[in-house]
């Protein structure tokens, strides 16, 4: 297993080592910078915006390194987080060696890390972001004795110029190709510097928004990633929104997650894909159809769905997107391969046809188990989102489907096979609860489901009072409707919290 992990790995300090991150060492660490002309060090690490900070170190000697990879460094936490007070805000960071990787864009050779924070009796900090994450894991696999994996769909906008050459067909970007969509080559150059960082992707294409306005040509891409540790998947997600960001300034491009850009143009989510492993065997199925396990979960998250916006939904412009008819979700529901519903189980490979063979006549039977494909997809989220709150949300609501006696009734009374927003399917429609359409509503919807996301001290009270603070602060209950068929005051806000996450 370990040789499949290194052969073509792409990651330079996993190549050098000649071993898995997840086996990195102090000691490997400081090989590596030792040999191969490293100067600098960087700990970077998420703050309460849902953005990556970063603290730089020279390497002023291999005492200094030893000392900071050993003992961290002290920051001010009521700088990073809205809910640490100045008085105590004193934290430590330290850095996670098993997410090395070696800085695409630093001049000097530089070497970045994650990093954890820690409080000043030496205890991980129980309002951290990645900390939650770990704690909602944790709990997952000791109420269900499984193991709970994501990964996301990371969709963007590409904005600059408009050549005026070879025009895409508007709101018909999806996996449009070269001269016609515009930003391909830039997508692939992250697509190679995320994996690089670590970032285990599964493909990259542009996307269905494409349009133009005052000149400038605005492309929606997409990289998605493969399903891994759920812990592992939230950091590779921060990392990648760096690195586009990071690349799009160097080539003076502008890069927005934002969860809508105009009306009528498709807005950007941050899908999350979700499977259950046990002892390494995908649990999502049984017998080719969807698993009891997997309906459990899927329950869990149509109770907590409300909810759940507050970690995926963050700013006011995350409800000019959750429309009916713009393939984001509005209705508490899920379906098969169905983009009208909240929770969708795509297409998993459950055809016993070979494929590869029918496609290719000279190709021996491949008998290849596909079983380990099937995920769930939460459609909700977008680039507002704080990653590692949002997927330690989705943890607990999949695992809160275990604790509810009727999860598998909760699961058949919301499925649907239809496409909801169709005329015909009015009566379906109205018998669905609606997901939040405010961040004030939001707030609410947690403040009611509160307990279950603080039980076994999961999330910290601190932390759900800081959202619900939060959200509740944007005063914008009644914005959506104020601001229906205004687009000059919908694009001021947009541009308000246009880089947003």
């Not at 960087?42 to 002023?60: E, H, Q, S, W």
């Not at 025009?167 to 996996?175: E, L, N, R, S, V």
């Not at 300034?249 to 941050?270: E, H, N, R, V």
């Amino acid at each position: 297993m370990t040789d499949n992990v290194l052969a073509m790995n792409p990651n330079k300090v996993v190549a050098f080592l000649g071993k898995s991150n997840k086996e990195f060492t102090k000691a490997d660490i400081v090989r590596y910078i030792a040999e191969n002309g490293i100067r600098m060090v960087n700990f970077m690490y998420p703050a309460g915006d849902g953005r990556l900070k970063t603290l730089n170190f020279v390497i002023n000697n291999a005492a200094y390194l030893d000392e900071i990879l050993t003992c961290g460094e002290r920051v001010d936490g009521s700088s990073l987080f809205p809910f640490i007070e100045a008085g105590s805000s004193d934290l430590y960071v330290l850095p996670r060696f098993s997410t090395a990787f070696l800085d695409p864009f630093a001049e000097i050779p530089t070497l970045s890390m994650l990093c954890s924070f820690f409080n000043k009796d030496g205890e991980q900090l129980e309002s951290s972001p990645e900390y939650t994450l770990h704690k909602a894991c944790r709990a997952f696999h000791e109420v269900t004795g499984m193991d709970f994996e994501a990964m996301g769909e990371l969709e963007y906008y590409v904005i600059a110029p408009d050549s005026g050459l070879f025009p895409a067909t508007d709101q018909k970007g999806y996996h449009e190709s070269a001269p016609y969509a515009k930003f391909n080559e830039f997508r692939t150059q992250c697509m190679a510097y995320i994996a690089q960082a670590g970032g285990q992707i599964k493909y990259g294409h542009s996307e269905v928004g494409n349009f133009t306005i005052d000149g400038m040509v605005y492309e929606q891409n997409e990289i998605e990633f493969l399903p891994i540790a759920a812990e592992d998947a939230a950091d590779q997600l921060m990392v990648a929104k760096w690195i586009i960001r990071n690349l799009a300034c160097k080539l003076g491009y502008d890069i927005t997650f934002a969860p809508k850009i105009t009306a009528g143009k498709a807005g950007s989510g941050l899908h999350i894909h979700m499977r259950i492993m046990k002892d390494g065997v995908n649990q999502m199925l049984d017998g080719g159809v969807l698993s009891a396990t997997a309906r459990r979960a899927i329950a869990g998250m149509m109770e907590l769905a409300p909810s759940i916006t507050a970690f995926g939904n963050t700013n006011p412009t995350s409800y000019f997107r959750l429309v009916p008819h713009q393939e984001a979700p509005t209705n508490i529901c899920w379906g098969d391969r169905n983009r009208s519903v909240l929770v969708r189980v795509p297409l998993g490979w459950a055809a016993k046809s070979d494929m590869c063979k029918i496609a290719n006549p000279l190709e021996q039977e491949s008998n290849y188990e596909t079983s380990r494909k099937q995920t769930v997809e939460m459609r909700s989220p977008d680039g507002s989102a704080d990653i590692y709150q949002l997927i330690a949300g989705l943890a607990v609501a999949c695992r809160h489907g275990f604790e509810l006696e009727n999860a598998l009734e909760i699961a058949e009374r919301t499925y649907v096979n239809v496409n909801i927003h169709q005329k015909e399917h009015a009566d379906k429609l109205n018998n669905l609860a609606q997901l939040p359409d405010s961040c004030e509503a939001s707030a609410d919807c947690l403040e009611s489901q509160r307990a279950v996301f603080e039980q076994h001290k999961v999330f910290s009270p601190a932390m759900i009072d800081g959202i619900i603070n939060r959200l509740r602060s944007y005063k914008d209950k009644t914005l959506r409707g104020e601001l229906e068929g205004n687009q000059e005051a919908m694009l001021a806000f947009v541009r308000k919290y246009f880089h947003c996450g």
